[in-house]
């Protein structure tokens, strides 16, 4: 498929994973070819492990952006600034669209579906198993959904633009479910497209344990202090400080945990509360952070 016009901007955030970068820059390469409709633009986030000179060399074909210091998801936002595309796909490291169908999907998906915000695809391991997650519905079907995972969907720039990119404060983590909540506000939808497909490799170079302690449990708080109102808001931050304290009991970071409880609940938050219409819609997220809901099984810890 050739077009004139940019449809749809790929936009990757690279940081310390070179093998993984090799990996996704090739198969993007290799997809998106000679298309006149999809651009990509893969930002380093001041990587020191040759990442950054092998984007170098991307130049080429690719738009690259290195940054000198890792900003988190800050730096996703550098690249979605300089995006020319009407949608923009956002992508890991270490993910990538399976094939050129689910280019061209996103992109028919958002020009036929004005009030479609955001496209979720189907996130899949390299051996095709599907990586089961609440923020997904669990079927073949499409249909709405609540939520998107952060290594494989798409939005409208526009719309992206104007809710205010990704949440920088955050740094990492749970910036998706603000996302989320801020699309659904504006009166679009979040459409789950099980026919666009992710492939996510899921590599764990680069994650470092107290980080998947603080960012959780912190932001998470914050969203709940911003938009759920107080007998919600109670029971949910109660359920992720125990959840918290059980991954910082689990991998002995103890004191970050304790600096992440501080923080959720201290730092300043503007209320919004949610209507609720809305607020009813989100009982995905209310129950992944339902402590009742984990003991019986339900979710995991995380």
Not at 2 to 24: G, H, P, Q
Not at 44 to 57: E, Q, Y
Not at 158 to 179: A, H, K, S
Request: charged share 25%; proline share 4%.
């Amino acid at each position: 498929m050739l077009a004139d016009r940019l449809k749809l901007s790929i936009v990757v955030l690279n940081y310390n994973r070179l093998t993984d970068t090799r990996l996704t820059m090739g198969h993007l390469r290799s997809i998106v070819g000679d298309r006149r409709d999809v651009e990509v633009l893969a930002v380093d986030n001041g990587s020191t492990d040759g990442t950054r000179a092998f984007l170098k060399t991307q130049a080429d074909w690719a738009r690259i952006f290195l940054l000198e210091n890792n900003i988190g998801i800050g730096g996703l936002n550098r690249g979605f600034r300089h995006a020319d595309g009407d949608y923009i796909m956002v992508l890991d490291d270490d993910s990538h669209p399976r094939d050129s169908v689910t280019i061209d999907r996103i992109i028919d998906r958002l020009d036929r579906s004005p009030r479609v915000g955001v496209v979720a695809c189907r996130i899949q391991y390299p051996d095709g198993k599907v990586f089961r997650t609440w923020h997904l519905p669990d079927t073949d079907r499409p249909g709405l959904s609540m939520a998107f995972v952060g290594c494989g969907f798409a939005i409208r720039r526009d719309l992206f633009e104007r809710i205010g990119w990704f949440p920088e404060r955050f740094f990492l983590y749970q910036n998706e479910i603000e996302t989320a909540i801020r699309v659904l506000r504006s009166g679009f939808e979040i459409q789950y497209e099980p026919s666009c497909r992710v492939i996510h490799r899921e590599s764990a170079s680069g994650r470092t344990t107290w980080r998947q302690v603080y960012y959780p449990t912190r932001n998470t708080i914050w969203i709940v202090r911003r938009y759920f109102n107080l007998r919600d808001a109670v029971w949910m931050i109660a359920s992720r400080l125990a959840f918290g304290l059980i991954r910082a009991l689990q991998t002995g970071q103890i004191v970050t945990f304790f600096q992440a409880a501080k923080a959720g609940l201290s730092e300043p938050i503007d209320p919004e509360p949610l209507p609720e219409s809305l607020s009813k819609r989100l009982r995905t997220f209310k129950a992944h952070n339902n402590l009742i809901c984990h003991l019986m099984g339900e979710f995991r810890f995380d």
